[in-house]
């Protein structure tokens, strides 16, 4: 496993199926490695816990830039835009209460 390089780290292994799957649609070879005997024995914490997704070290950094959101969407600072279903205009006091 030394030629291998931990992209992510999770203890589900849906999880690090999911996201070596989608490092595999992007065209880069992706493995996902539990410690031998930890399934089997059920331990779900700690080292023996662990699930990892491992890359080459050539697709290193272009699997990271993958697994990194291209935006992050902020919240907005006003509320103006929000809208009160159900409530008339002069059932405003019913939100006071």
């Keep these: ?9 999770t203890s589900s292994d849906t ?3 999911i996201v070596a799957g989608r490092l ?5 070879n992706a493995i996902v490695y539990r410690q031998p005997g930890a399934a089997a024995l059920g331990i779900t914490i700690g080292f023996l816990g662990s699930v990892t997704v ?4 050539s ?7 993958i697994m990194e959101p291209d935006y ?3 919240l907005p600072d006003t509320t103006d835009d929000i809208s ?9 006091d019913e939100l006071i209460d």
């Design 59 to 65: 697709d290193y950094e272009h699997a990271l830039s």
């Design 84 to 92: 009160y279903i159900g409530l008339d205009d002069d059932d405003t």
């Design 15 to 17: 999880e690090a199926q």
């Design 24 to 28: 595999k649609v992007e065209g880069i």
């Design 54 to 57: 491992l890359v080459r070290p």
């Design 72 to 74: 992050i969407e902020e």
């Design 1 to 9: 496993m030394n030629e291998w390089m931990v992209v992510f780290e």
